[in-house]
């Protein structure tokens, strides 16, 4: 079966870094495009950082020049150095793997929380 295993999320003070990993199994990893996201209590969930198959990679605008996604296709890994960490950056972050256009070929992992005291 396909499982998405995250790690490093916790408690940061502002200012502060995290590194969040997400392991792939049971899939053919480097024909997905892998992406961060995440979610705050009474907020819809949000793309945050998206790495193609090809390593092309996009950011929402409130985490540019802090957040950086990289992919690990030999240890089908993808990651997520946050940086200049702020509270509103505090939210369950949730690793995604999919092939583009595909219904079928898309999942998530269990979410991990991220939070961050002002």
Do not use: H
Not at 37 to 45: D, I
Not at 59 to 66: H, L, P
Request: proline letters at 2%.
């Amino acid at each position: 079966q396909v499982q998405l295993v995250e790690s490093g999320g916790g408690l940061v003070q502002a200012g502060g870094s995290l590194r969040l990993s997400c392991a792939a199994s049971g899939i053919r990893f480097s024909i997905y495009a892998m992406a961060w996201y995440r979610q705050a209590p009474g907020k819809q969930r949000e793309l945050v950082a998206l790495i193609s198959s090809g390593s092309s990679t996009n950011y929402a605008d409130s985490v540019k020049g802090r957040f950086t996604i990289s992919r690990d296709n030999a240890k089908n890994t993808v990651y997520l150095q946050m940086n200049s960490l702020n509270p509103e950056d505090t939210a369950v972050y949730y690793c995604n793997a999919r092939v583009v256009l595909s219904t079928t070929m898309n999942y998530w992992g269990q979410g991990t929380q991220v939070t961050v005291s002002s």
